[in-house]
Antibody, heavy 119, light 108 residues
Framework: EVQLVQSGAEVKKPGESLKISCEASGYSFTIYWIGWVRQMPGKGLEWMGFISPVDSNPRYSPSFQGQVTISADKSISTAYLQWSSLKASDTAIYYC????????????WGQGTLVTVSS | EIVLTQSPGTLSLSPGERATLSCRASQSVSSSYLAWYQQKPGQAPRLLIYGASSRATGIPDRFSGSGSGTDFTLTISRLEPEDFAVYYCHQYADSPRTFGQGTKLEIK
């Protein structure tokens, strides 16, 4: 079964760092890019960026450039999203999603990771 | 950046009725790289339609997509109880990728 399994919910304080993960299984990890999508409480979906598992070269939405770091480790079929200094406004559900091929819509989604940032 | 505007914001219908959801883009979406997703409470989005009109794997044929350029439509021919959810359109023709604000389909 093709699936993306994300790490569990996190509760952090402002200023702390965090790295969440997205593990792929059931397909060849290096063939498909992985994207990250944010959903703030009660709000819609926002694309954050992509990572190419082949060369680990990230592409960011301008809205998220400099705010997060996207990376991948193809040896363990896992993509990551990390923050160096969290803010309360980072509270959201974060989804990873596979960019399909040949049509590059997001065809497979992880279950989401809830990140809560509160003092 | 391509802005997607969905209408209506909320659609109240009964099971068995036909639902028509609209997505309008601020500029033309090339290659019809327009998708529709369904999201139920507490769940991740699920791909329904890609390429404006192609159904994703396992999606019932009561779901159909149409349109090109700046105007796109998702139609659900006969609503089933499990279809009541939030629906998002998404353009992936241009960077940054963008989503519409969503249409909530609720039971009347």
């Amino acid at each position: 079964e093709v699936q993306l399994v994300q790490s569990g919910a996190e509760v952090k304080k402002p200023g702390e760092s965090l790295k969440i993960s997205c593990e792929a299984s059931g397909y060849s990890f290096t063939i498909y890019w992985i994207g990250w999508v944010r959903q703030m409480p009660g709000k819609g979906l926002e694309w954050m960026g992509f990572i190419s598992p082949v060369d680990s070269n990230p592409r960011y939405s301008p809205s998220f450039q400099g705010q997060v770091t996207i990376s991948a480790d193809k040896s363990i079929s896992t993509a990551y999203l990390q923050w160096s200094s969290l803010k309360a406004s980072d509270t959201a559900i974060y989804y990873c999603a596979r960019r399909g091929s040949p049509d590059p819509a997001f065809d497979i989604w992880g279950q989401g990771t809830l990140v809560t940032v509160s003092s | 950046e391509i802005v997607l505007t969905q209408s209506p914001g909320t659609l109240s219908l009964s099971p068995g009725e036909r639902a028509t959801l609209s997505c309008r883009a601020s500029q033309s979406v090339s290659s019809s790289y327009l998708a529709w997703y369904q999201q139920k409470p507490g769940q991740a989005p699920r791909l329904l339609i890609y390429g404006a009109s192609s159904r994703a794997t396992g999606i019932p044929d009561r779901f159909s997509g149409s349109g090109s350029g700046t105007d796109f439509t998702l139609t659900i021919s006969r609503l089933e109880p499990e279809d009541f959810a939030v629906y998002y359109c998404h353009q992936y023709a241009d960077s940054p990728r963008t989503f519409g604000q969503g249409t909530k389909l609720e039971i009347k």
